[in-house]
């Protein structure tokens, strides 16, 4: 199978994922508390949800293409054009390529570079990791007064950045605050707009 068509599979699959998960006219009951959401009350638009998973998927395929060492070990997450690197990379060099490598996709308005250099990295602070982000995000879908489908998080070190929109100045405070109340987070950082902005 070839790249090119490696990269239009990957593209449907994004596709076929979003328009099967979020273009459903009615509330989907998601986690535990079932929490209903509807996405013509997201402060992202349709469109900007396609635009941003082929932002995203497009880096991805370019990372792997171009640098596979960028590729296993960056996360990408997208909000209107607003790609947020995280993870860990050996050296000042490859921080700056994959920050090069993102600016050449069509789309990216702004590129935040949060990669952190690291020479020693281990599972059991990749599974903890993975575990506050589970938790943080958990904390988000349930909080009635939060629309999850606008965030993005990813923990780096017991780091959380936080890309994504708010309807209000109070909910972005909200996603704060509920992300620092996750044991082990040591440091939240947001990327998060306000709709009205």
Same mark, same amino acid.
């Given at each position: 199978?070839?790249?090119?068509?490696?990269?239009?599979?990957?593209?449907?699959?994004?596709?076929?994922?979003?328009?099967?998960?979020?273009?459903?006219?009615?509330?989907?009951?998601?986690?535990?508390?079932?929490?209903?959401?509807?996405?013509?009350?997201?402060?992202?638009?349709?469109?900007? *949800?396609?635009?941003?998973?082929?932002?995203?998927?497009?880096?991805?395929?370019? *990372?792997?293409?171009?640098?596979? =060492? %960028?590729?296993?070990?960056?996360?990408?997450?997208?909000?209107?054009?607003?790609?947020?690197?995280?993870?860990?990379?050996?050296? %000042?060099?490859?921080?700056?390529?994959?920050?090069?490598?993102?600016?050449?996709?069509?789309?990216?308005?702004?590129?935040?570079?949060? %990669? =952190?250099?690291?020479?020693?990295?281990? %599972?059991?602070?990749?599974?903890?990791?993975?575990?506050?982000?589970?938790?943080?995000?958990?904390?988000?879908?349930?909080?009635?007064?939060?629309?999850?489908?606008? *965030?993005?998080?990813?923990?780096?070190?017991?780091?959380?950045?936080?890309?994504?929109?708010?309807?209000?100045?109070?909910?972005?405070?909200?996603?704060?605050?509920?992300?620092?109340?996750?044991?082990?987070?040591?440091?939240?950082?947001?990327?998060?707009?306000?709709?009205?902005?």
């Amino acid at each position: 199978m070839t790249f090119n068509k490696l990269s239009i599979i990957s593209i449907l699959s994004v596709l076929i994922f979003i328009l099967t998960n979020c273009s459903i006219p009615y509330p989907l009951a998601t986690g535990v508390a079932a929490k209903a959401v509807v996405v013509s009350k997201s402060d992202q638009s349709f469109g900007d *949800y396609v635009d941003d998973a082929l932002i995203k998927t497009i880096l991805k395929n370019s *990372y792997f293409d171009q640098n596979e =060492q %960028i590729f296993f070990n960056v996360d990408v997450e997208v909000s209107q054009g607003r790609v947020l690197l995280t993870g860990t990379v050996k050296n %000042i060099d490859l921080r700056i390529e994959a920050t090069r490598i993102a600016w050449g996709v069509n789309g990216v308005e702004t590129v935040i570079n949060e %990669i =952190q250099i690291s020479e020693s990295d281990s %599972i059991l602070n990749f599974a903890d990791d993975l575990v506050i982000s589970t938790k943080v995000m958990a904390k988000i879908m349930l909080d009635e007064d939060v629309n999850s489908l606008n *965030y993005n998080i990813e923990t780096v070190n017991k780091i959380v950045y936080i890309i994504g929109i708010s309807g209000t100045s109070d909910e972005k405070q909200k996603v704060i605050d509920l992300s620092k109340e996750v044991f082990g987070v040591e440091e939240v950082v947001d990327y998060i707009t306000i709709n009205s902005e």
